[in-house]
């Protein structure tokens, strides 16, 4: 883990440093995942920023490495309040296999998240509500309410991308 940690240190928050290194590294041996998910606990702010940047590519076209750690996600990372890391589990969310109870909580993550200052994290929650929503006609109606809020008071990429997820929730579009 301190190899992954090493890697991850240093700079600000505008450079993603060496974790596209870390990507690779994790791609070509799959053991080392544990310790970059767990990584995103770390007490540095720019390692855990850049851990998990690192999980949500590599999760991207390998979801399956996140079912083990769904408890991990859901009761710990999903409550870093820091904004690039909730940004990826707002992403990570639907990547995972989750029981009916764990929905409800990954709701109630997305819910919290709807809130948060950053127009990322808002505009990535609102794209897995509707990705849930998708999947349970029940949580439609209050998913589409929701995001025609956003689309009328939010930032313009809120507003875009927020058309888009109601076009698909109403059986007009795609989402893409």
Same mark, same amino acid.
């Given at each position: 883990?301190?190899?992954? $940690? ?66 991990? $996600?859901?009761?710990? $990372? ?28 990954? $709701? ?69």
């Amino acid at each position: 883990m301190q190899d992954i $940690i090493e890697k991850l240190k240093g700079g600000d928050r505008r450079s993603i440093g060496r974790s596209e290194e870390v990507v690779s590294e994790v791609r070509e041996n799959p053991e080392l995942f544990d310790s970059l998910i767990h990584t995103i606990l770390d007490d540095d702010p720019i390692v855990r920023m850049r851990a998990a940047d690192a999980v949500e590519k590599v999760t991207t076209d390998k979801k399956f490495f996140l079912q083990p750690y769904k408890e991990l $996600i859901l009761d710990e $990372i999903s409550e870093i309040e820091q904004k690039e890391v909730r940004w990826h589990v707002a992403q990570l969310l639907p990547r995972l296999k989750l029981t009916q109870k764990e929905v409800q909580k990954a $709701i109630a993550i997305l819910k919290n998240y709807m809130s948060d200052d950053s127009r990322i994290v808002r505009t990535f929650a609102m794209d897995s509500l509707a990705f849930f929503a998708e999947k349970d006609p029940k949580l439609e109606a209050w998913v589409i309410t929701l995001i025609e809020e956003m689309v009328e008071d939010g930032s313009p990429a809120i507003k875009s991308r927020g058309k888009k997820l109601l076009s698909k929730l109403k059986g007009v579009g795609k989402i893409d």
